[in-house]
Nanobody
Framework: QVQLVESGGGSVQAGGSLRLSCVASRYTLTMGWFRQAPGQEREGVARIYSRTGNTYYADSVKGRFTISQDNAKMTVYLQMNSLSPEDTAMYYC?????????????????WGHGTQVTVSP
């Protein structure tokens, strides 16, 4: 079992930045961030391979969001820049025990409780 605890959410104005953090109770091969807005399906945002640092992003966040990790602290970060109201959602940290090539939520077995991000116009 892996416990994941997110932090760093909040309210910002459009164009602003936030950094989300996720602390894992133990090492897993793939870590990811997902988000879900009210009335919408959960959407993959970014993932990172813990061993190599290889990253993958959804098209909607490329160039604006950066996923990174500190393996010594078992922490994954999501730096979010140039935020827009369309980024408003609950953001979830997720962990996969194996290599997850993309952002399929079924590949991720463990989930945090989420942290809310709200972007005002």
């Amino acid at each position: 079992q892996v416990q994941l605890v997110e932090s760093g959410g909040g309210s910002v104005q459009a164009g602003g930045s936030l950094r989300l953090s996720c602390v894992a109770s133990r090492y897993t091969l793939t870590m990811g961030w997902f988000r879900q807005a009210p009335g919408q399906e959960r959407e993959g945002v970014a993932r990172i391979y813990s061993r190599t640092g290889n990253t993958y992003y959804a098209d909607s966040v490329k160039g604006r969001f950066t996923i990174s990790q500190d393996n010594a602290k078992m922490t994954v970060y999501l730096q979010m820049n140039s935020l827009s109201p369309e980024d408003t959602a609950m953001y979830y940290c997720a962990a996969a025990p194996s290599v997850a090539y993309g952002l399929e939520s079924d590949d991720f077995r463990y989930w945090g409780h989420g942290t809310q991000v709200t972007v005002s116009p």
